[in-house]
């Protein structure tokens, strides 16, 4: 009886507002209103503080979310389940990853095999990923960060070393190789604090007992590339994650002792169902057919 309105309060609850939620649903925007408006009036309760910046739940409306996530996980299980008899035919497969280009490959293989699959690939930061995989709002999660808990599956996708780029303009744009000692010399381009390289950077300065020079601290890869090429100063990223940016260009780094692992991670509980269950085995193979 209360299927839809429940579905419309939990979408707008996980989605942080009603227009993401009616998108999300393919309902229009007074359509998802109203199934919230009919819940809330139905019991004489709120489940949304509404601003003008969007919406958060209240106390009530977090408490009945943990309900729905349940509610919604089940009715999911249910259809995987489905999906999986039919050999894979039909499913959904929601991935985050800190960075999508350790990934695309073993995605894009997987989806020559089963055509059936869809596929939605989101980018956020390490913390993103967990949130999203804790949250259900992700299936699987790729980060550079390797997370020991007991409710996680993990598989090491890749290891690779660090590089610093340049810009084309730069006094390094025709060297090959660098050392740490050079890079404490020159400013820096750094990612934030709380990133996984920028933790690799500092602990290489400090394995050699130099501190770096910070020109500017920027946050996520992007906005790296764009410092690094108006000429701010020295980035440093892992190997494939320079990417193929024809205004930079990349010195590896001689005496890198660290190298940016990344990890395809899923929740345990959820591994039998079809399309994670089948993905996770597929990188599993392609990975052995690779060593």
């Not at 925007?29 to 503080?49: I, W």
């Not at 009530?60 to 999911?76: N, S």
């Not at 995605?107 to 967990?130: A, C, D, H, K, W």
């Not at 193929?244 to 590896?252: G, T, V």
């Amino acid at each position: 009886m209360y299927y839809s309105q429940l579905r419309a309060f939990h979408a707008v609850a996980v989605h942080g507002g009603f227009s993401k939620a009616a998108e999300a649903l393919r309902l229009t925007q007074p359509a998802m209103s109203d199934q919230v408006r009919k819940l809330e009036s139905y019991f004489n309760v709120l489940l949304f503080n509404r601003q003008k910046r969007g919406v958060t739940t209240t106390e009530l409306g977090q408490r009945l979310l943990e309900i729905t996530h349940r509610m919604f996980e089940t009715e999911t299980q249910a259809i995987e389940l489905l999906s999986e008899a039919r050999g894979l035919e039909t499913g959904f497969l929601k991935i985050t990853s800190d960075a999508p280009s350790h990934v695309l490959q073993i995605v894009r293989n997987f989806q020559e095999l089963y055509p059936g699959i869809s596929i939605t690939l989101n980018r956020g930061n390490s913390e993103m990923v967990l949130e999203q995989l804790f949250e259900f709002r992700a299936d699987i999660g790729v980060m550079a960060k390797k997370i020991e808990d007991p409710r996680l599956y993990s598989l090491k996708l890749r290891s690779d070393p660090l590089v610093a780029f340049v810009g084309p303009n730069s006094p390094w744009a025709r060297r090959k190789t660098v050392t740490w000692d050079e890079l404490g010399d020159q400013p820096l381009v750094l990612r934030e604090p709380r990133s996984i390289t920028r933790s690799m950077v500092d602990s290489e300065f400090a394995r050699i007992g130099k501190s770096p020079k910070v020109a500017i601290e920027v946050e996520g890869r992007e906005a790296a590339r764009e410092a690094v090429a108006a000429g701010i100063g020295v980035g440093v990223v892992s190997e494939p994650e320079f990417g193929m940016d024809k205004r930079l260009k990349a010195l590896s780094i001689s005496d890198c002792e660290l190298a940016m692992a990344e990890y395809l991670v899923c929740l345990k509980e959820r591994m039998r169902l079809g399309a994670i269950n089948g993905f996770v085995e597929f990188a599993n193979a392609q990975l052995e057919t690779h060593d």
